[in-house]
């Protein structure tokens, strides 16, 4: 039941713009007819058959060629020409919608790992210009504020046998730093509906950016050309997903669901526009995706999904967008080589931690990678390029242990990520302890990914126990706010004690809320945890103008209580951040807390080998927990 409350929660996504639609059709035939009948359908109706939705034996995607890409109202006689086919059962019309690359444009061990180093630094000519991978306080930066990747070469791991699929504008896979690391029976193009994903020419070359991205994983060691990977002996797939006008909810779906036993890790560093007034997420079918690879992929061990946290800077929110803030991803923000936050960062409680994108001094000295053509750059940015160095540092936990699953990698991430130099440059927010002793930031998450540390835990780790999904409760009246009039709810839950779905250690929060308010950007929310963690789950965004749509059981995550038990009383305060002479109003209408984490206590067969690290803290936390939780009143 808590299961299937879960995925309608998050398959909710809101429209506000006015609908465009694709010459894409989604075709559900009747009974189990297979392809053959599908592709006999297609032909007989004028249309081509793009292959199965999701592997489907009756599902399909459909295009007509002789149909405008782009379209104001749907093609009633396109319609009709299918659904009166006595084969087809459902025929939908796709809805197009934007998704953008992240990039910034300047135009417009924790004592798990000893030092370690490689017997000798890579010979790449660009790697004196990857601060990120090693942090001499070139450019301005700030010394040994990096990934540690030495840390983790120097143990013998360097991505062997782990494929990232880099889902983009295409790869240059001809590229000599990339060829011999690109897995082409892993890769497609669901843009042109071939086999080979490579970027589309242009003047401006705007398509360099899957290129790029792919350089950052698994550019080649030692061989004079550009710069070298963070996991240099690890593979990429191209999977070619954005070059067109408008994206469907199919060409997003099949691409992330696209050879997941093939595939280890997808990146992606695109996603809805980053201006700070959009609130959009997957569909149904890329949800479906989602959730089956997480479920199934990696022959059951799950596939794990990295983002960008988004662009939009100060004036956004990553709890805005569905694809950063899913559970089922992992969120990924950046730092600058000084160790302070970039201008075009965005905050919010679902990031999970950072990685490196451009320099401080000097905006030039971005991230060195290959770029098209067979030439290379040092002028890579954004959160675009943050991603993809955390997808090589989980390429590199996969070597080193290839029994961990998506949330094993989770969880790695939260324990080995540092602090480090992290700050806010404007001094908003700092860092906090939550309720069982791990340190977190609003902006950066849990802190700068360490893969040595990673690397060493990995070796070592014991899958953590199963996940459940509790719905802890929900209040459902419905009451005015206002500038004057902010509201506090409150939920108290035991979490499904007693049931086949209790959390006792948490791992992701959601707060599924449902308002409309004069002006939605002025909205603010923040949930407490019964161990005292305030999150703030939504901030206010100046240039969120709405006043229609507000929010439709939209899944506000926090990541800031991992850890922590969940049982007693939840917080909920609801107000505007507006300016006093500009009051606002609106209905809060529902809000249901959504638990997910595990009935018993993680980490318990891991050996503790520094008394200071997070593991440590977290154990001694449960252990003590675990020794009183009878003699606890949590209400």
């Known amino acids: 039941m808590a299961g299937a409350i879960l995925l309608s929660l998050l398959l909710a996504s809101e429209l506000g713009a006015a609908e465009v639609f694709t010459n894409s059709f989604y075709v559900r035939l009747r009974g189990d007819p297979g392809p053959e009948e599908a592709d006999k359908l297609a032909q007989r109706t004028g249309f081509h058959n793009y292959g199965p939705v999701l592997g489907s034996s009756n599902e399909f995607h ?46 417009r061990v924790e004592n798990l790992v000893p030092d370690m ?28 504020l990096d990934l540690n990747v030495e840390a983790a070469w120097a143990q013998g791991v360097t991505g062997k046998n782990v494929t ?19 897995n082409a029976k892993a890769s497609y193009d ?41 996991a240099y002996d690890s593979k990429i797939a191209g999977i070619r ?11 997003e779906a099949n691409s992330m669901g696209h050879e997941p036993n093939l595939i280890d890790i ?80 965005e905050s919010c409680s679902s990031t999970l931690a950072s990685t490196f994108s451009n320099g401080a001094k000097d905006p030039n000295t971005g991230v060195a990678t290959t770029d098209l053509y067979g030439k290379c750059t040092t002028t890579h940015s954004g959160t675009s390029a943050a991603a993809p160095e955390a997808a090589g540092v989980f390429a590199l936990a996969l070597e080193a242990n290839p029994e961990i699953s998506w949330r094993d990698i989770q969880h790695l991430t939260v324990l080995t990520s540092k602090r480090n130099s992290l700050f806010d440059a404007k001094n908003r927010f700092h860092w906090t302890m939550n309720g069982v002793g791990l340190e977190f930031n609003h902006l950066f998450g849990f802190g700068v990914l360490d893969a040595g540390a990673m690397v060493a835990l990995a070796k070592q780790w014991k899958t953590v126990p199963a ?104 917080t909920l305060e609801v107000s505007f951040a507006s300016p006093p002479d500009q009051p606002q109003s609106g209905f809060f209408k529902e809000w249901t807390l959504m638990l997910h984490g595990t009935m018993d206590a993680p980490y318990t067969g891991l050996p503790v080998s520094d008394p200071h690290s997070k593991l440590a803290i977290v154990k001694k936390a449960h252990e003590e927990r675990s020794t009183t939780k009878h003699k606890r009143a949590y209400f």
């Not at 997903?241 to 060409?251: A, F, N, S």
């Not at 004690?497 to 992701?508: F, W």
């Not at 929060?509 to 923040?526: E, H």
């Open 467 to 570: 996940r459940y999904h509790c719905e802890a409760g929900s209040v459902k009246q419905i009451q005015s706010i206002s500038t004057s009039n902010p509201l506090v709810l409150k939920i108290t839950t035991n979490s499904c004690q007693g049931t086949d779905t209790e959390v006792n250690y948490l791992e992701h929060v959601q707060a599924v809320i449902t308002l409309n308010a004069t002006r939605r950007g002025d909205v603010q929310l923040f949930l407490t945890s019964p161990m005292g963690t305030r999150s703030m789950i939504l901030s206010r965004r100046v240039n969120d103008n709405d006043h229609r749509d507000g929010f439709t059981k939209w899944p506000f995550m926090t990541t800031h209580t991992w850890g922590e038990y969940p049982q007693g009383t939840w």
């Open 62 to 107: 459909f295009v007509h060629r002789g149909l405008a890409g782009a379209r104001p109202k749907r093609s009633i006689p396109h319609m009709r020409r299918l659904k009166v086919d006595p084969l087809v059962h459902v025929a939908v019309q796709m809805p197009g919608f934007k998704r953008v690359k992240r990039g910034y444009k300047p135009l």
């Open 117 to 144: 180093k490689p017997e000798r630094p890579p010979t790449d000519p660009f790697f004196q210009f990857q601060w990120y991978l090693k942090n001499t306080g070139q450019n301005g930066g700030k010394a040994k």
């Open 241 to 251: 997903m954005l070059d067109q006008p408008y994206m469907t909810d199919l060409i």
């Open 266 to 345: 997808y990146s992606a560093s695109w996603g809805p526009t980053d201006d700070g007034k959009t609130v959009d997420g997957p569909r149904n079918a890329t949800m479906r995706a989602i959730v089956k690879g997480v479920n199934e992929g990696r022959n059951g061990l799950g596939n794990i999904y990295v983002w960008a946290s988004g662009d939009g800077g100060e004036e956004d929110d990553c709890n805005c967008d569905g694809y950063a803030a899913s559970m089922w991803t992992i969120s990924i923000n950046s730092a600058i080589n000084d160790g302070q936050n970039a201008h075009y960062d």
């Open 190 to 230: 669901f843009s042109s509906n071939d086999r080979f994903p490579y970027p589309r020419y242009t003047d401006d070359w705007f398509n360099s950016h899957g290129t790029r991205c792919a350089g950052e994983v698994a550019a080649a060691r030692d061989n004079g050309i550009c710069g070298v990977g963070v």
């Open 164 to 182: 990232t699929a880099i889902m983009d504008d295409g790869v240059d896979y001809m590229h000599q730093d990339l060829k011999y690391n690109y």
